[in-house]
């Protein structure tokens, strides 16, 4: 009865912290209108939840780290962000710079990826990808590497208060 009763009470406390640590996961994404974005990340900053920067996020997808507050993001081994200067089609059809939205968007990040643009030569046409220890410096890691090898199928099965505990876990970070 002691064992059905603490199981209970751990499925439950899962399932609370479940409801209140949601985490929205960034990979592959390439950007795109910049007010898409804006409105999205607005809604995503509300809504309280976590972000998970695990592959590329470029372009308008960049705009998160000035929408959301830094305590919220967190970047594994393989986020990869890529800034640019903002463009719109020209007359012609082609690329041209837009500086006012260039500003506007240069403005949205936080000081320490200013400083990293600015080491760089600013905001251009071409892309600049900050990734690796130098991003890991700016940004909280997430530990996801280790919780996907720790989450491999064994042969043996874990006895049910293991499982739970390890369940546990993989939900606080």
Known sequence: MKFLTGLL?????IAGMGAS????????????RIGT???????????G????????????????LGAIPHDRICVTSSATLG???????GANGRAVTNSE???????MYP?????????????????????GKQLQAMYKPCYMDAQASAIKPTRRSLPQSERIESA???LLH
């Open 49 to 64: 939840e976590t972000v998970i920067i695990d592959g590329l996020c470029a372009s308008a997808c960049t705009i998160v």
């Open 101 to 107: 939205a260039t500003q506007m968007l240069y403005a």
């Open 9 to 13: 009470a751990a499925v439950l406390l």
């Open 168 to 170: 546990r876990g993989q």
């Open 21 to 32: 640590h949601a985490v929205v996961r960034i990979a592959d994404d390439r950007g795109g």
């Open 83 to 89: 800034f640019h200067a903002a463009w719109d089609f």
């Open 37 to 47: 974005y804006v409105d999205k990340y607005q809604d995503l900053r509300q809504s």
């Open 111 to 131: 000081s320490q990826v200013r400083r990293w643009i600015n080491q760089r030569g600013g905001l251009t046409p071409h892309m600049l990808f900050l990734k």
